[in-house]
């Protein structure tokens, strides 16, 4: 579930707004999006992934809200890091290559 935008790092370009499929955020102008309806979130990653700035952070379990202690470190380093994970963002790699769940399909036939 999408938890925090960082005031820090959004640029206000909005490209999360328009990533969103279910309209979570509200666009504010010259600010940071509002997380304007956060039980709306499916926790897609998207607008993560579309964030140049690395100015989201979306918890991974999709049925609760980050703890206190996950809302902590992710002002610290979680940011961005599912993005990073998968080699967006500029002077990263992609690691879809290194995907191997398409096992789980080819075992499953
Ligand atoms: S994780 Fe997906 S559904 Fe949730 S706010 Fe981001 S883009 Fe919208
Ligand atoms: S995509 Fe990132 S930088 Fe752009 S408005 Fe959203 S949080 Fe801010």
Do not use: K
């Amino acid at each position: 579930m999408i938890e925090l935008v960082s005031a820090e790092r959004c640029t206000a370009c909005n490209i999360c707004v328009n990533a969103c499929p279910t309209n979570v955020f509200d666009a504010v102008p010259d600010g940071p999006p509002r997380i304007a309806r956060q039980d709306d979130c499916q926790t897609c990653f998207m607008c993560e992934l579309y964030c140049p700035e690395d100015a989201l952070y979306v918890a991974p379990i999709a049925d609760r809200g980050a703890t206190a202690e996950e809302r902590d470190a992710a002002a610290v380093a979680l940011m961005g890091s599912y993005r990073s994970a998968i080699g967006w963002g500029r002077g990263r790699r992609s690691t879809a290559s290194a995907d191997a769940s398409f096992e789980l399909l080819r075992r499953a036939h």
